[in-house]
């Protein structure tokens, strides 16, 4: 496979399920972000990691759980969530910053979630 | 105050027009900028990056860069239906690269 891949690629979930969103890059990026997309809102931010340290968390509640074991991976652990937390979760890698194009960010398909 | 500030349109034109489409943003520590395209229900793809001030043309595509009024456009010539769609701009922070600030997109309907 090549690009960045999110599975699962759709996820409805009650709100005292866990569950897991995973992302693999195949780009040899050293950087890895989550992103949440709600309807007609910015895309916001919420984890970014770099050479698997967490180097951002925008105040994202606890109920959300990043985990990267290694640069290609990165995991959005999800326990409790509610219903404002349906949403389409985006993955973006990106090579360590160098200038230019080096921040380019790729992103892959999302993960469509409803929490009912 | 937002980072990047876009028109959320719709923004329609003919086929074949230019589309324009702008973005401001407020930090000037801002370095780089970004042009994703997004169809519904689909994730966002690069379309061009710049850095410089001026122009840069790829394909149909002009991005500009004018670091002293603080916008970046992108120009779409000869419009096609298929690049109706979404766009985003973003910039990057300029205390944290690997920080980007999104605006909330540009509807883009091209009629045929």
């Known amino acids: 496979e090549t690009g960045v891949t999110q599975t699962p690629r759709h996820l409805v979930m009650g709100m005292t399920n866990k569950k897991s969103l995973k992302c693999e890059q195949h780009l040899g990026h050293n950087a890895m972000y989550w992103y949440k997309q709600s309807a007609k809102k910015p895309l916001e931010l919420m984890f970014v990691y770099n050479f698997k340290e967490q180097t951002e968390n925008n105040s994202v509640p606890s109920r959300f759980s990043p985990e990267c074991p290694n640069s290609s991976h990165l995991f959005l652990h999800l326990h409790t969530l509610q219903p404002e937390d349906s949403a389409l979760y985006l993955c973006a890698s990106s090579q360590e910053f160098v200038g230019g194009s080096q921040e380019t960010q790729y992103f892959g398909p999302g993960t469509r979630l409803l929490v009912l | 105050q937002k980072e990047v500030e876009q028109n959320s349109g719709p923004l329609s034109v003919p086929e074949g027009a230019i589309a324009s489409l702008n973005c401001t943003y407020s930090d000037r520590g801002s370095q780089s900028f970004f042009w994703y395209r997004q169809y519904s229900g689909k994730s966002p793809e690069l379309i061009m990056f710049?850095?410089?001030?001026g122009d840069k043309e790829d394909g149909r595509f002009t991005a500009q860069l004018n670091k002293a009024s603080q916008y970046v456009s992108l120009l779409i010539r000869d419009s096609q239906p298929s690049d109706s769609a979404t766009y985003l701009c973003?910039?990057?922070?300029?205390?944290?690269?690997?920080?980007?600030?999104f605006g909330s997109g540009t509807k883009l309907n091209v009629k045929p």
């Open positions: 973003a910039g990057t922070s300029p205390y944290n690269f690997n920080k980007f600030y």
């Open positions: 710049i850095y410089s001030n």
